[in-house]
């Protein structure tokens, strides 16, 4: 089967193109290969030093850790690629005002690691299937992905057949991708880690964007509080929630989060709206109205003398 590559000269309109119609996209060759190991490099004694993971989804023979944007000062030019981030826009804002981190995990699966089993990822939330994007996933390897050594495999075209939980094995993919590559797969996708039948570990990161109104999985405020995200860049900041999502969600003492990054912030603040284009517009309307009837009112009663 022929794989879903897009070129990485004309990547945003290919990479949204394939998404849409495979459920799926590799960008060859999008970060320069050395800026990979050097992230592979900061990260390599973490790795060694975490333990396998619990649990028949999470794998006895793998590692997985969170929180990468304070673990790793490289993992912020993951996040923030201007290509994933114009891609994610694209795939995501049709269903949302902005959109936010899921999460950032890296992964090393090693030798003797069994198959996961296919998933599609959006099913940790309970909302409408099929009509909905709910998440974007890119994963980057550190090193390279092979069908030998447990790389991704997903099944082209299954966002579209998301009543099926399973679909045969002849019908998936293995893309063989490497550092600097970026393999890009939908929420609604079913995917899964490929069993680890080489004689060495394969390690990846993970970064996945979901629409702004959902819970996460990784609970960026615990993970980034304030006195951490301080450090980070105002996109960054919006990305792990420190922003709201009109209308009106996400507030901190009723107003927008990023408040907290102000000097010399007052005890008492007032409460302000964040309402959608829409509810504005609705909202205009109403006031005028009532402004108006307000009006007729007082010349009835000045008639009435």
């Known amino acids: ?20 119609r495979e459920g799926y996209c590799v960008v060859r060759g999008l970060l320069p290969s050395g800026q990979i190991a050097d992230l592979a490099t900061e990260l390599s004694p973490r790795f060694e030093r975490t333990p396998f993971s619990q649990g028949p989804f999470s794998g006895a023979r793998t590692k997985r850790f969170h929180a990468l944007l304070k673990r790793s000062e490289g993992a912020a030019s993951l996040v923030l ?29 090693h030798p003797g690691a069994g198959a ?3 998933h599609r990822d959006q099913e940790m939330w309970h909302g409408e299937k099929g009509k909905t994007e709910y998440l974007l996933n890119v994963m980057w390897p550190l090193t390279p992905f092979t069908h030998e050594n447990g790389g ?32 890009l797969f939908l929420g609604s996708t079913l995917h899964g880690a490929g069993a680890n039948v080489a004689t060495a570990s394969r390690r990846g990161i993970i970064v996945s964007y979901c629409l702004g109104w959902l819970k996460p999985y990784e609970n960026m405020w615990l993970t980034y509080p304030p006195e951490i995200a301080r450090a980070f860049p105002p ?3 919006d990305l792990v929630g420190y922003r709201r999502h009109r209308p009106n969600l996400g507030n901190y003492d009723g107003q927008c989060p990023s408040i907290l990054f102000e000097e010399n912030l007052p005890d008492h ?34 008639g009435s003398v």
């Open 1 to 20: 089967m022929q794989l879903a590559l897009v070129k990485r000269e004309t990547p945003n309109s290919d990479c949204v193109s394939a998404l849409h």
């Open 81 to 109: 690629n201007p290509t994933i981030l114009d891609t994610a826009e694209a795939i995501l804002l049709p269903f949302c005002d902005s959109l936010q981190l899921n999460l950032t995990q890296a992964i090393e699966i």
């Open 116 to 118: 996961q089993v296919p």
């Open 152 to 183: 991704t495999v997903l099944w082209p075209s299954s966002h579209r057949r998301q009543d099926l939980r399973s679909l045969p094995k002849e019908d998936a993919v293995c893309p063989e991708v490497g550092p600097g590559d970026a393999l």
């Open 235 to 237: 996109a960054l900041r």
């Open 269 to 302: 603040l007032a409460a302000t709206d964040a309402l959608a284009p829409e509810q504005e517009l609705a909202l205009a309307d109403f006031t005028a109205r009532q402004a108006a009837g307000g009006t007729q009112r007082h010349l009835r009663g000045r």
